[in-house]
């Protein structure tokens, strides 16, 4: 097809394509008007159509009024009774889009509902409600897939018990899965059944429902609560990857113990089930007792999983568990709390793996994602607050706002209060609202009345959407003894929220001052002498006087991130060097080095857009010249990591600042022109540090029978390895033939995916003369393994190559390994293609009308994966003149689309606004 040109852009379609969706908004919140006492669901799974038939106990909260219930055109309505007469026509009707039943006159009394359905799962290509994966069944419901399984008051206020009854072909299904107990299952006598009945003791909402039915293989394993309880724990996957679930199983384990020590939350029932499915929409879900995962997200194995696979396996399977409390037991007043319990969660599954592993490296790559990810949204049309003020679709709010910076927020906390204040905080928390759904001002009612401490102003965070920013700026007075800091904190316009209209937060920074010439830490008159402790910026500007101040310090703030903002303190290059080397907060060396890196990079593409920068593939001098003390510092950290710093630090400290992050610095940026300059820095470094870096390669590289473990040592050994094969075959990517030989031997003498994976992407993302044949040969030993095969594809549609887009479009049309149908296929191919600066950013704007195309297909089928597909698209006004046309002639042209999901229009809408 034709590229698009920047003159698309004039081509504007009259009116959307499609009626625009409604838009809910939380002021309009009220209480469901029906008391909802008990569910009874009977399920009668079928290879030609499932019938679901619902038992409801039901009684109005006041007078009686209309019943409403949720529902989907996808949904076939058989039936509908009360009180066991069916009900005639007209006593009940279904909207336009069937989207509601309305029961005009229900009993003013208790009843019972009866609503009996038809449903596909195998058509249910969406992924939400029930669907078949892989000829397994399996449900989806979080945010509102319940209604596509049966009409119901689909919201999380309205919380009940559930007994689940399950009936289905034995040969083809003999594992029957629900929520909460087992307490009766059995053979029918028609032919070749067996059922099933779940009881759910626990209260909770439809999101929270889950069936699963298929031939399904597990392992088993008991932990021991507090109490002495025994619990049965099982995992479920499919028969021949059974072997890669212990590494899930024992992060299971660890997390219920983790909850214990450090929340005092117990597990609240006998058993505890997990399942595994390769095709699902999301990471993973919680469940009341049966969690389902994404496969990528429990399977694991040495030879097919990295350290970075068993990081997040580790961490989502902690995250679903840490649900149980902070999701289930206390769940939501409504959709737009959901903060409440993500960043909540989130908050936890990142303590936990702190604990688990090294705190310091785990909140610096925490915080490297946030930038990366959550910042830009800050920044652009998608901008809202942790807790939003509408919605048209709630697929699309799960967001890294929501959940990232809702962490953030959840733990300046406990940067504020103290572990002790913090742990005091959740107690009340969940003695409050255990069985209801609450909201995130209770939560911070909670952590207030617990500690004597008003937050009100704390709540800004929850209503104001926006980075922060804190300009810092500090005088040493060496006769008074005295360092005098001033703060200032702004933030700027994001949609519907001007600057102007906002006011203050409440930003607690933790600081310290090191002294330079003794290199340490210095006592603070702030904090009774102590060298560290936490500010609270409350107002657009103050200052802060440290008195007995013996020398001149050199500031360290916002120490371990302590708040998600922006700050400029004004150091030079010197005083950064300094904190690198002398700084006892690990997060702070770690940004000193990034913030060099960062105004390196900044002033060279800036010199290079102005033409005086020297051309691509080169180094001007004055780059040169400011490279020079990074280099040094990276020297000095290579020199320290023979010593007693943690190599995975070091592996951390050794990268330049992402694109990503970079390209929020830059307004109406050239990404081409940026990717060339971080491409020639990093070259650059490779070459003046070559000779450390071949070193570590040496004492680092895996030795011959060595067992893979995933000790944090280990994974840090690995990951500086890592590191250092990245610089090294960007100088075979400039033709270094010893370079590339030293990648083909890392590549063949790994002995673990980790080591396997870094040594092919070092060779493909450089431009090696390697990589292509490395590419092919990891592909012919792994074609076989789903999961794996899935990297092989990020690493062969990410290519800088030019012209890899024609590569990536016959993939597309006839493969291999690409599957349309599976989220985790999509995810891996566009992910890996949006990651390709040379090719989605393509001059001609080819890049930007492949996604287009791909994202109009993705959404007839599931559009909660084309939405997510939109998303480089929002970003379209950060980019160049050029760019911009061409992007939004993309976004233009799927607004038209006839019958364009809320999903993707919502998020095209926006960024046109």
């Excluded at 997200?297 to 902070?326: C, K, M, Q």
């Excluded at 936990?352 to 610096?364: E, G, L, T, W, Y």
């Excluded at 020199?639 to 050794?654: N, T, W, Y």
């Excluded at 949006?834 to 994202?855: C, K, R």
Aim: charged share 25%; proline share 5%.
């Amino acid at each position: 097809s034709a590229p698009v040109r920047p003159q698309a852009a004039e081509t504007v379609a009259a009116e959307p394509a499609v009626k625009p969706p409604q838009e809910i908004f939380r002021k309009d919140y009220t209480p469901y008007p029906y008391e909802l006492a008990s569910v009874h669901l009977d399920f009668d799974l079928r290879e030609e159509a499932t019938r679901v038939k619902s038992t409801l106990s039901l009684a109005a909260r006041g007078a009686a009024e209309p019943l409403v219930l949720d529902g989907d055109a996808f949904v076939k309505v058989s039936s509908v009774s009360i009180d066991g007469s069916p009900l005639v026509d007209g006593a009940w009707e279904l909207n336009d889009d069937k989207s509601l039943m309305t029961i005009a006159a229900p009993p003013s009394g208790p009843f019972t509902l009866e609503i009996e359905t038809l449903i596909d799962p195998a058509a249910n290509t969406s992924l939400d409600g029930l669907y078949k994966s892989s000829g397994n069944y399996c449900s989806q419901c979080e945010a509102q897939g319940f209604r596509r399984i049966t009409y119901f008051p689909d919201r999380p206020d309205v919380q009940t018990t559930y007994v689940t009854r399950v009936a289905a072909e034995k040969a083809r299904y003999p594992v029957l899965l629900g929520n909460g107990n087992l307490i009766e299952e059995g053979d029918l006598d028609e032919g070749g059944r067996h059922y099933a009945v779940w009881d759910d003791p626990w209260k909770k909402p439809s999101y929270l429902f889950a069936l699963v039915a298929g031939d399904l293989a597990s392992i088993e394993d008991t932990f021991t609560t507090c109490s002495g309880k025994d619990v049965k724990l099982r995992i479920f996957t499919e028969a021949h990857n059974i072997h890669k679930c212990h590494y899930a199983m024992e992060s299971l384990k660890a997390s219920m113990k983790w909850d214990e020590d450090v929340y005092g939350r117990e597990y609240d029932l006998g058993l505890f089930n997990i399942v595994a499915v390769d095709d699902f929409n999301m990471g993973a879900m919680e469940n009341k007792s049966l969690n389902v995962f994404n496969s990528r997200l429990v399977l694991a194995t040495p030879e097919t999983a990295t350290d970075s696979d068993y990081e997040r396996i580790e961490g989502v399977i902690g995250h679903e568990y840490f649900h149980n409390w902070t999701g289930n037991r206390v769940t939501l007043r409504d959709w737009f709390q959901l903060s409440l319990k993500e960043g909540l969660t989130v908050f936890r599954d990142q303590s936990f793996s702190a604990d688990m592993n090294d705190a310091s490296v785990k909140r610096i790559g925490d915080v490297v994602r946030l930038r990366a990810s959550q910042f830009p949204q800050d920044a652009g049309p998608m901008a809202h607050p942790i807790r939003p003020d509408s919605y048209v679709k709630m697929d699309n709010f799960y967001t890294v706002t929501v959940y990232e910076k809702g962490a953030e927020v959840v733990r300046m906390y406990h940067t504020l209060l103290g572990a002790e204040g913090f742990r005091k905080g959740t107690d009340l928390y969940f003695e409050r609202h255990d069985g209801t759904g609450a909201t995130c001002d209770d939560f911070r009612a909670a952590m207030a009345d617990a500690n004597g401490e008003d937050f009100e102003q704390f709540g800004r965070w929850y209503s104001q959407s926006g980075t922060p920013k804190v300009d810092a700026s500090g005088v040493y007075d060496a006769a008074a003894k005295t360092y005098t800091l001033t703060l200032k904190q702004s933030i700027g316009d994001t949609p519907k929220q001007p600057a102007a209209e906002k006011e203050p937060f409440l930003i607690p920074l933790r600081v310290g001052l090191v002294g330079r010439e003794s290199q340490a830490d210095l006592p603070l008159s702030q904090f009774s002498g102590k060298t560290e402790g936490v500010l609270r910026l409350a107002e657009a500007e103050q200052t802060i006087v440290f008195e007995g101040v013996e020398e001149e310090p050199v500031l360290s703030l916002n120490r371990g991130f302590s708040a998600p903002v922006t700050l400029e303190t004004g150091a030079g290059p010197e005083d950064l060097v300094f904190l690198a080397a002398h700084d006892s907060d690990s997060f702070n060396r770690w940004e000193a080095l990034q913030t060099v890196g960062r105004r390196v990079l900044l002033d060279m593409y800036a010199r290079r857009a102005a033409g005086t920068g020297g051309a691509v593939g080169s180094v001007d001098a004055e780059t040169s010249a400011a490279l020079k003390p990074l280099v040094s510092a990276f020297r000095a950290v290579l020199a320290d990591a023979e010593g007693d710093l943690d190599d995975a630090f070091a592996a951390l400290a050794l990268r330049l600042p992402a694109g990503a992050e970079l390209v929020e610095s830059i307004p109406d940026v050239d990404p081409l022109a940026l990717h060339h300059c971080r491409a020639d820095a990093g070259r650059f470094v490779a070459t003046e540090l070559r000779a450390e870096l071949e070193g570590v390669l040496a004492s680092r590289a895996p030795k011959e029978g060595e067992a893979y473990t995933p000790d944090h040592a280990s994974k840090a050994k690995r990951a500086l390895h890592g590191t250092a094969l990245a610089y090294l075959a960007k100088l075979a990517g400039a033709g270094d033939e010893k370079a590339d030989a030293a990648v083909v031997a890392a590549y063949e003498a790994a002995g673990n995916m980790t080591d396997q994976l870094a040594a092919a992407n070092a060779a493909s993302g450089s431009g090696a003369p390697c990589g292509a044949d490395l590419l092919n040969r990891f592909f012919e030993q792994w074609q076989g393994d789903k999961l794996v095969a899935l990297k092989w594809l990020t690493m062969y549609t990410s290519s800088d190559e030019e012209g890899n887009l024609e590569k990536v479009k016959k993939l597309v049309a006839e493969g291999p390994v690409y599957d349309a149908n599976n989220p985790n296929s999509n995810y891996s191919l566009l992910g890996g293609f949006l990651g390709s600066a040379v090719n989605f950013h393509a001059a001609d704007g080819s890049g930007y009308e492949f996604l287009g195309d791909m994202v109009e297909t993705l959404d007839k089928a599931n559009a909660q994966v084309a939405a997510r597909m939109v998303g480089p698209f929002t970003k379209w006004r950060k980019y160049d003149a050029s760019r911009q046309a061409m992007m939004k002639a993309q976004l233009e042209r799927l607004l038209a689309v006839k019958g364009l999901s809320a999903n993707t229009y919502e998020l095209v809408s926006k960024s046109l606004e």
